[in-house]
């Protein structure tokens, strides 16, 4: 029995009150591996979240002199 035929055997024997929280657990799962294989440098980029104030961008120079302060 390989691998696939053992999993869809533990499906067959699970209760059917559980089947929504493994299918949940599956998708997570094969979407982890996905973006880890498929993961390019833009994306990556993309995923960063920065907390600043709303001139930050507009006034980067007078933050970074300390003109500006982030409260």
Known sequence: MNTKEKIQAEINSLNEEYLDELY???????QSKQH??????????????????EDF???IDLYVIGEKVVE
């Open 36 to 53: 880890s294989k498929k993961s390019s440098f833009m994306s990556k980029l993309k995923q960063i979240k920065i907390d600043a104030p």
């Open 24 to 30: 949940l657990l599956i998708k997570d799962f094969t």
């Open 57 to 59: 961008a507009a006034n």
